[in-house]
Structures are given as structure tokens and as C-alpha cells.
T-cell receptor, first 117, second 112 residues
């Protein structure tokens, strides 16, 4: 149990375009989802926390108008990178809180590699 | 000073060795402690989860938490080449929807 999927797994786009990444909890309901960014050889950096039905909470330094997050249901959250630029190229990973038992932990998706040309 | 410190490695060991991975932290509010394994270009996979101090064993993996020293460890017995990955420690305060803080990860290579 506790499977989280992401789509797409890899996307290449031109500078200035927008890219949408989906995160789904497949076998549990996730009232809270998290979006992380990971640069090569670095740890996960939390971008924002998303609660179902409410606005996302962004970490300091993350532009909310550039990284649009929508958490419309208990199993789906989306991250849209608007007007992407090469410096936005990174590995984006979502996670969902919940799952089996009562453990207060996060289950991660497989990640989406974004390359902006 | 970072809230969570973790040696990035890389750590190379022969197959069958016992591996010790460690993290230190500074925030005494942390109550939940986790270890994740991340293969290259993949999302992290939860390995172990511990609440407060003590030991927890799962197969070849043992997690230890020493809150008095603000030090956590992950031991891997009889290490296998398939254990080669980056291991991330993570921790969060007690309960609720608290932010999880990750270490930078230790890259482990088990040599056949």
C-alpha cells in the first residue's frame, strides 16, 4: 500500500512555456501533499505544502506565482511551472502524508525530471 | 548550522559488511525519525520509521535514535550490491502536519 505516482516522469520543454506535473495517491487519501525540488547531489528542498481544498503554503524564496499548486481532491495534486526557464530544470518530487497505520510519515512519488531548453 | 547534518560520503564497503549511516540534528523538537533510500533518478523510498528514542529492527536494517545526543543511526547487516543507493535521514516534530527536514543524504556503494 501507500503508493504515490507522478506524471510525467520526464519532460522537456522550451523556455517560456508552462509545464504541469501530476501527483496521485493511488491507494489512500492524502489530505496533505508536499512538493520538493532536488538538484543533483543535493537533498530534497521543500517548495510547498498543499492541503486539499485550500491554498498551498509556500516555503520562503519559492515564487507562488511561478509554481502553481492545486490540490483539488484527496488523491490528486498538481504543480504547474509557469514560464519555465533553464534554471527551473530540476527533479521535482511530490509526497503524500498518510497511508497504512497511523504513522506520521510521507510517501514519495518517483519524481519528474524537468529539462527546460 | 544546518538543522540536520549528514555525511555525504561516498561510502564504499565490500559485500557482506555491516554499514553504519548516521545523522546529527540540533532541533530538540524532533520526535519522528525516518530513513529513506533513494536510487539514482528515483523518488525516495521509506525504509524505517521511529518515534522518539530507541531501536527498531526490520530484516537487515536497524534504526537507532539517541535523543539525548541528538544522534540517529541506520545499520545495514550483510550488505548487498542492491543496497547501493543514497540514504536520507529525515525528521519532524511531534504530530500534526509538521514540516519534515531532510539530511543531504549519504551515498553508499556496496562492492561485490
Amino acid at each position: 500500500g501507500a503508493v504515490v505516482s507522478q506524471h510525467p516522469s520526464w519532460v522537456i520543454c522550451k523556455s517560456g512555456t508552462s509545464v504541469k506535473i501530476e501527483c496521485r495517491s493511488l491507494d489512500f487519501q492524502a489530505t496533505t501533499m508536499f512538493w520538493y525540488r532536488q538538484f543533483p547531489k543535493q537533498s530534497l528542498m521543500l517548495m510547498a505544502t498543499s492541503n486539499e481544498g485550500s491554498k498551498a503554503t509556500y516555503e520562503q524564496g519559492v515564487e507562488k506565482d511561478k509554481f502553481l499548486i492545486n490540490h483539488a481532491s484527496l488523491t490528486l495534486s498538481t504543480l504547474t511551472v509557469t514560464s519555465a526557464h533553464p534554471e527551473d530544470s530540476s527533479f521535482y518530487i511530490c509526497s503524500a502524508r498518510g497511508g497504512v497505520g497511523s504513522t506520521d510519515t510521507q510517501y514519495f512519488g518517483p519524481g519528474t525530471r524537468l529539462t527546460v531548453l | 548550522q544546518k538543522e540536520v547534518e549528514q555525511d555525504p560520503g561516498p561510502l564504499s564497503v565490500p559485500e557482506g559488511a555491516i554499514v553504519s549511516l548516521n545523522c546529527t540534528y540540533s532541533n530538540s523538537a524532533f520526535q519522528y525519525f525516518m530513513w529513506y533510500r533513494q536510487y539514482s533518478r528515483k523518488g525516495p523510498e521509506l525504509l524505517m520509521y521511529t518515534y522518539s528514542s530507541g531501536n527498531k529492527e526490520d530484516g537487515r536494517f536497524t534504526a537507532q535514535v539517541d535523543k539525548s545526543s541528538k544522534y540517529i543511526s541506520l545499520f545495514i547487516r550483510d550488505s548487498q550490491p542492491s543496497d547501493s543507493a543514497t540514504y536520507l535521514c529525515a525528521m519532524s516534530p511531534s504530530g500534526g502536519y509538521q514540516k519534515v527536514t531532510f539530511g543531504t543524504g549519504t551515498k553508499l556503494q556496496v562492492i561485490p
